[in-house]
């Protein structure tokens, strides 16, 4: 018998915990996190998969994985509820010996290894499900085989100042890499890993094993499987990204992640019919603007209704103003209520929050500046209440 | 749920001209992201009816295509979930509308596999959000053979297709069609719960004989001679009834409301529509947006007031607009001014154009149209 098999599936790493955004992931993993008005960041990795061809994702979960399971479950709203392949969450288990947590990213491809040879794949797209951005991998699947390449990274140009603080590949004309530095004091190149990786899979497969054989690896890809195959040679290439590209990993740079979407000139290219960013939807009612409000310069989801004065600012969906409320260059995850007289100013509030009447979150910038200059942010975690008249100052975290 | 239900989505008698030259009625845009079959059929689900059948007889590819991924109603279900029900191509021939015991009569094979006893007849003509539980419950407690869901005349007389007078027991003691209710009268919502059974043989014993007017031939007529007992199930929350190209305009003004809008959409029972993945709606820096019901993927730059944005609607620069209702797709171009318009699909208003109709009276743009 014949069996079926899938040319290439991606996985993808959802199971880090994001600790620099702090209260945003307390009980949700990074992935999770809601971003740009009605998606989660993991929608864009799903999306760009989907886009690009791919319909076999294995999402590796492993740090507060309630909200993500529910939030894939059978993968309908991305197209990937197939017969053959479609969207699976793979959580760490027990098995009859060696059973383990995921000790670090290659541990949790190298514990999957019965998932991936279920589909018998040529090729493995592996990614991490905490960056936006639009990406089509078939066209670094082809740039990976007419290289001949065994794994491909793929690569943005950045400044000397990020490169330090970023994975810096190092490579010849033909692209081929030749160094890899994680997070170098003096970058060589700047051409920064994005975290996307195409592996032809029977090589990485060898490598995950001798891997999990080392006591002495940390189990990472950055750390072990890189370098490994890189000492030993491999044909590695560094695959040129051009285009937007946000690691959201910080509460500032998802701050500013939002405020791009606000920018005339659309980067990210949001809009564009022909790669739409897909997401789960809520049956929520269109968005009710009443005659008391004012609104510019804002993405303002469905499901919220509006009474109060909205800049500058990213609403999320179910959101309520009230009246006499404003809010000015915040982001507002779903179902917050702002109330009447709250005062919301360069703010990530989370999730099911209410803001009481007359209280005051982050601070003005000084009139007459560039509205998204600021002095640092506010962040109300998830699910918080804030009292009525409470202040809660810039760069606070509560 | 021991309930089936159907929905005619057709017009029987209303009116909504030019938006149903190539739509039926259930797939008229309504509310910025719905149709008016989301009404009825949301309604169905959050009542706990998992078997639908949707009765449609012309150009009905455009309801097909909003109905298609069930999966948005958890509609796509093993056991029932939502069939459209077209008429066999045998029957197609004749293309008029004879009544909706002639299109009962298409589905006459789905009710009888039906495995439920009662069944909820429902237009979808007619936008609120009801549970359609305790008034089969009132039904089965009444004994009656037909129950009908009525709202009550209070001042604004006028005329509707069934006006009732009823006893407080809920006993209907007079049924008149197509007149003018008094106050104190009860107007039909075109919802009625009836045995399968009795509907059953109701449909094979009138269509045999060539008679099809479920209301006048059926159940007035039977009433009249006493052979058909019914109940009236009072609805006392918001009622829109979309009949004509005023009402729809008029309805669709009103849920800017809060006390409109907000009944209809509560939270507890959501109306349920065709995801299509929107961005979310980018206002302007210098947009000025005040009473408005806005769907997703709109971009607005310039003004408007008292208007309801399908998703996808684009708002040029120093446009204004007043008392406009613009659907899917449609662009509004720089400094266009609209007043009391209609803007179907796909439109294109193209810039520096005015154009303004009454409000008794709107100006209506054809789909896909550019002016």
Redesign the interface.
Known sequence: MIERKKECIAMLLAGGQGSRLYVLTEDTAKPAVPFGGKYRIIDFSLSNCVNSGIDTVGILTQYQPLELNDYIGNGQPWDLNRNFGGAHVLPPYTRAKHSDWYKGTASAIYQNITFVDRYNPKYVVLLSGDHIYKMDYHKMLEFHKEKGSECTIAVIDVSDAEATRMGIMSTDDNMAITDFEEKPKHPKSNHASMGVYVFTWEVLRQYLIADEEDPNSENDFGKNIIPAMLKDGRAMYAYPFQGYWKDVGTLDSLWQGNMDLLDPSDPLNIHDPNWKIYARNYASPSTRIDPAAKVSNSLISEGCIIRGKVEHSVIYTGCIVEEGAAVTGAVIMPNTIVRKGADVNYAIIGEQCVIEENAVIGEKPPAGGDPFSHNGIAVVGHKKTIAAGTVVKAKEII | MNMTGIIFSEMYGEDLGVFTHDRNLAAIPF????RLVDFVL?NMVNSGINNVGVLAKQHYHSLMDHLANN??WDLNRKNGGLLLLPPFASEAVNHNNRGKLDELRNALNYLENANTPYVLLADAYVVYNMDYRPMLQAHIDSGADVTIAATRVEDNPGAFPSVFQAGRSGRITSYALNCTARTGDYAGMGALIISRQLLTSAIREYTARGIYHLERDFIQHQFNRGQLSLNLYEFKGVCLRIRDVNEYFQNSMAI?N?EV?GPL?RGDR????R?T?E??????????????????GC?IEGEADHC??SRGVRVGKGAKLKNCIIMEGSVVGENVELENVIVDKWANITAGAELKGLTTNPVIIRKGATV
């Not at chain 2, 509310?31 to 719905?34: A, D, K, S, V």
């Not at chain 2, 959501?270 to 529509?273: E, K, N, Q, V």
């Not at chain 2, 961005?279 to 997703?296: E, F, L, Q, R, W």
């Open positions: 509310g910025g992201r719905y949301s999966q948005e800017i809060e809008g959409f959501p109306i349920y529509t995801v993945d961005v979310p709606t980018y206002y302007g820096p210098a947009c000025s947006v005040s009473a408005c019901v806005i769907a997703d971009s309801v944005f």
